[in-house]
């Protein structure tokens, strides 16, 4: 069964329908969608929609976009959020986290060092906690790299990689896996289709992102967990290899960097 490790199920494009597409997900074969917190206001939500679906899982963290309207509060909060969670089977790890320089206003000198103040202390709840991290590494994978040589959480994965094969190899190194989705669709998406076909298919797990990074056949359109295992076809074409080779490869990938997973999907 297939494994979405990246989703915002709360996104406001999917309005109500956040439970029906999941379990629309679940009918076409991805048993476990890992559903992404941004900010301390949607703590509740996403731990709230894993408790409606049984196929959701949910990860807390503030986003870097979200980072220059939060608090240091937040991150108390979020340190409490994540221990008291632990009890919680659907409960995924610290996500979505990391650093962005692709936006102009997140790269103003001093909103840089709030995204690397953010960072470190979310990356020191999850090591705290042995809990793995979901990274936002858009344009910053070296500078995340650098933090994560620092302050090493056990596990985790890099989120819509599109990186060089050095950086991909350093995160490897580390102990991360690097997450792949729509974009490699894309017949223009060089860069990332000779990364999801060349890296060591161990290293790979698949994402959608949802509701963005639609793949081809629906882009510019809504994204949704349920285009995962079409996305995972496209990556196992990519390898010249059999799609259930590849499902069952990225299952047990996205355990090792997941493994709070394992008890959700036991049968």
């Known amino acids: 069964m297939w494994i979405d490790t990246h989703c915002h199920l709360d996104a406001a494009e999917f309005g109500t329908g956040a439970l029906e597409i999941a379990a629309r997900a679940g009918r076409a074969g991805v048993a476990a969608i890992v559903a992404m917190a941004v900010e301390r206001a949607n703590f509740a939500t996403v ?78 709840i999850a090591r705290d906690l042995a809990l793995p991290v979901m990274l936002h590494v858009r344009k910053s994978q070296d500078q995340v790299l650098k933090h994560l040589r620092q302050i090493r959480p056990p596990s985790g994965i890099a989120h819509a990689f599109n990186g060089s094969f050095q950086q991909a190899q350093n995160f490897i190194d580390l102990g991360f896996h690097l997450g792949f989705g729509g974009n490699m669709t894309f017949t223009r998406a060089l860069q990332i289709r000779r990364l999801a076909s060349q890296l060591p298919l161990a290293s790979i797990v698949l994402e959608t992102d949802a509701p963005d990074i639609a793949p081809c056949w629906i882009h510019p359109g809504r994204n949704a967990p349920e285009e995962l295992p079409r996305i995972g076809a496209v990556l196992a074409e990519l390898r010249g290899i059999g799609v259930h080779e590849v499902c069952a490869a990225l299952h047990a990938n996205t355990l090792a960097a997941l493994p709070r997973l394992a008890v959700r999907l036991a049968p």
């Open 47 to 124: 731990a709230g929609l894993a408790a409606r679906a049984p196929n959701v899982s949910y990860a807390l963290g503030i986003h870097p976009i979200c980072v220059p309207q939060a608090r240091d509060e937040d991150l108390d909060a979020l340190r409490a959020a994540a221990a008291a969670a632990l009890e919680d089977p659907a409960f995924a790890g610290i996500g979505e986290i990391g650093l962005d320089f692709f936006l102009p206003q997140l790269c103003e000198p001093a909103m840089r060092a709030k995204q690397d103040r953010f960072l470190r202390e979310q990356l020191r």
